[in-house]
């Protein structure tokens, strides 16, 4: 079981309206289990170019960012012929690995209740368009997702922009959204565009350091989340 931190939301039931009409998931280390996968990707290329090579900590701490943000930050005196080419590296040893990624347990099962129950489900990452078309297709979830927004299409989270999109596309308001994220990125992004979040211990960052963005709940299983926002969602 999960231990969540729940907010002040009643359960629901036939007589209570349901909190949220559209929940916006994070991809890598929300859905996928790719964090260890994108933070190996990131050092084998700053080692490939003789760069010094991250620290786990920060390896894991860029994912979330557009691939250029992520090598910028990771690499501030890098000219953009170097970003480009630890980006090119970090999408050679990526592509050579992201055949063995699979979904968490209890993801496909999770979005087909959550999507059954009436609830708008959304994309919004740090992944190339080509990059989550590719990881829709392989996993076969592209059919439960009404709208997605990828960094290479908008500004790199946290900016709102990309919320802001998919806001606007399915014409709900922030407040009747919720997005959800292993990432203080993707709890700050939420912040940045008015709306409540939910974050997934399991993936790239910290849970205290994701606390601290008070997130409505925290959950340490995908299952144990779609409880919550059937329940209280």
Known sequence: MSDTITASAPVQTAATARRFDLLVFDWDGTLMDSTGTIAQAIQLAFADLGLPVPSDYDARFV?????????????????????HAIVDAYRTHYLQRDQALVLF??????LKKLAAAGYQLVVATGKSRVGLDRALQVTGLGAHFV????????????????LEYLLDVTDIPASRAVMIGDTTHDLQLAINA????????????GIDEMLALQPLAHFDDFPSLVEWILAHG
Request: aromatic share 8%; net charge negative.
């Open 147 to 162: 709208a997605s927004r990828t960094a290479d299409e908008s500004f790199s989270k946290p900016h709102p922009a990309m």
């Open 63 to 83: 994912i979330g960012y557009g691939l250029k943000e992520a090598m910028q930050y990771l690499a501030p005196d890098a000219d953009d012929a170097l970003v």
């Open 194 to 205: 008015g709306c409540a979040s939910l974050a997934m211990s399991y993936g790239a960052h």
């Open 105 to 110: 347990d209890g993801v496909e099962e999770g």
